[in-house]
């Protein structure tokens, strides 16, 4: 078993992974209606990109 920076339960977990997710699909529409090229949305779309799968980094305890 791979170890993470972090631990949670697996509710917990589930919770924050798609509250992640989201935030990071919003972010890539922000730079999308930004303009991809443009200076606001390159770091708009870097930024979603790394908190969509930013729980990769945190491990889920099963109960």
Same mark, same amino acid.
């Given at each position: ?21 989201? !935030?990071?699909? +919003?972010?890539?529409? /922000?730079?999308? #209606? ?15 990109? !790394?908190?969509? +799968?930013?729980?990769? /980094?945190?491990? #889920?305890?099963?109960?």
């Amino acid at each position: 078993m791979t170890q993470g920076i972090a631990t949670l339960p697996s509710r917990t977990y589930r919770r924050v992974d798609v509250a992640t997710k989201l !935030a990071g699909l +919003v972010l890539v529409a /922000f730079a999308l #209606e930004a303009g991809i090229a443009s200076a606001a949305g390159v770091p708009l779309a870097i930024g979603g990109a !790394a908190l969509a +799968v930013c729980t990769v /980094f945190i491990s #889920e305890v099963h109960e």
